[in-house]
């Protein structure tokens, strides 16, 4: 058996499914766990192994929590004036 994803229109979902029901004996549905929690899981997961590879090559900068932090209120202080 293969696994293939298949993106359907949201107005076509319920056809799509009697399509399907025909071939019940051949065809497996399984909704992803992690896309009904979240629709952009592998966007987010893909993005944040890009972050970690980029922080261990030294290609981003990384700052202490104090000085983020005395950033962010140096940044709101300069609003207030």
């Known amino acids: ?3 293939l994803t298949v ?3 949201d107005n076509f979902v319920q ?3 009697t399509i399907l029901e025909h ?3 051949k065809v497996q549905l399984q909704k992803d766990k992690k896309l ?3 629709p952009y899981f592998y966007e987010r997961q893909k993005q ?3 972050d970690i590879e980029e922080i261990d090559n030294g290609n981003v900068q990384m700052i202490s929590n104090e000085n983020f ?3 962010i209120d140096t940044f709101t202080a300069s609003l207030q004036k």
């Open 7 to 9: 993106n359907i229109q």
């Open 23 to 25: 071939y019940k004996d």
């Open 15 to 17: 056809d799509f499914l």
């Open 69 to 71: 932090w005395n950033d």
């Open 36 to 38: 009904e929690h979240d």
């Open 1 to 3: 058996m293969q696994t």
């Open 48 to 50: 944040l192994q890009q």
